[in-house]
């Protein structure tokens, strides 16, 4: 169902009906959620696994909202500046994954941010710098270097704590014998 709604050149094109393929997209993104969260207790490691699956998902969604409604024009032809803003969501997306990660200490999380961060840097540098004429590139550029500054800016605000807990946990362990 989900490939004949949202084919994965639906990040490109967009798509025929949105509407279905929006239900189509958030019923196997919540039903991955839904098992992620029910067998998390049951069987971890493949819990963890379709919780990512989930979270692809729901970011898949966005893709495709964002490629169809600002990506199209009236005609259906695709149009660059939806991918600059897709470029700008994944980013967004991938940040705040990382920042919800270091606030909540899940390092899934983190490591899925990363991994989205990691995409949309690719994207920028292979797609983007090829593919979208003066303005949406250097729209494209733009964006994800503020936002790579302001999860630089996050990271430093969250890590001096995680480096506070582990020298109190020296101080009050056993003493260290230094070579």
Known sequence: MLVVEAPPIAIAEGVEDLGSALVAIAC????????????????????TVVGYLSAAGFVYLGSVAIIDVIGDNASGEAREIGQSWLSA?????????????????????????????AVAIV???????????????????????LLLLAGAFAYQRFK????????EEVEEGEPQLFL
């Open 28 to 47: 196997c993104a919540g039903a991955a959620f839904a098992c992620w969260f029910y067998g998390r207790e049951i069987e971890p490691k493949t819990a």
């Open 89 to 117: 969501f994944w980013t967004a997306t991938g940040l705040g994954a990382v920042v919800w990660g270091m606030v909540r200490r899940s390092p899934q999380a983190r490591l899925g941010g990363l991994a989205l961060l």
């Open 123 to 145: 994207k920028v540098w292979t797609y983007d710098l090829s593919e979208l004429e003066e303005l949406a590139r250097a729209l494209s550029f733009v964006i994800l270097g």
């Open 160 to 167: 001096p704590e995680e480096e506070e807990e582990s020298v």
